[in-house]
């Protein structure tokens, strides 16, 4: 259901999980072992007993965003920005830019000198122009 917002609130270098996993009852299981808050679109599921859960109610993401920050009072900065794998939540590391060449597009390794990579799912990040784009979301978040 929250498949964006769960990639964004990565991109924003909050740790967040995306199960592939749809019973409530798993995922409520999941949350309370991992101590995590569930955001859903499911109205029942934030009314079950002992849930921690939010109930996203906007379908677009810079309002769900809103939502988020707004009800776990998040305090976001730009140095937390691209720590984690957009794809898996990995923790990302830096890398020389020696070491990524053949995995890069040739001009992506002629413009940038910056890259981090996730030793999870071994994705290479670069600040691009998406970069650019989420500080500026970023910004108009607050």
Excluded at 34 to 45: A, K, P, Q, V
Excluded at 77 to 93: K, M, W
Aim: hydrophobic fraction near 40%.
């Amino acid at each position: 259901m929250l498949g964006k917002l769960a990639k964004r609130l990565r991109l924003l270098g909050l740790d967040v999980t995306y199960p592939k996993i749809s019973a409530d009852s798993l995922l409520l299981r999941l949350s309370r072992e991992e101590g995590r808050t569930i955001l859903t679109r499911d109205s029942g599921l934030v009314k079950v007993r002992g849930a921690r859960a939010i109930l996203i109610h906007s379908k677009k993401l810079s309002e769900q965003l809103r939502e988020v920050i707004s009800a776990l009072k998040l305090k976001l900065s730009p140095q937390q920005l691209f720590s984690r794998c957009a794809v898996c939540n990995g923790e990302l590391q830096r890398i020389k830019k020696e070491q990524i060449k053949d995995r890069v597009p040739p001009l992506i390794y002629q413009i940038f000198d910056d890259f981090t990579y996730c030793p999870v799912c071994d994705k290479v990040y670069w600040k691009g122009t998406h970069f650019e784009k989420i500080l500026m979301e970023l910004d108009q978040l607050k």
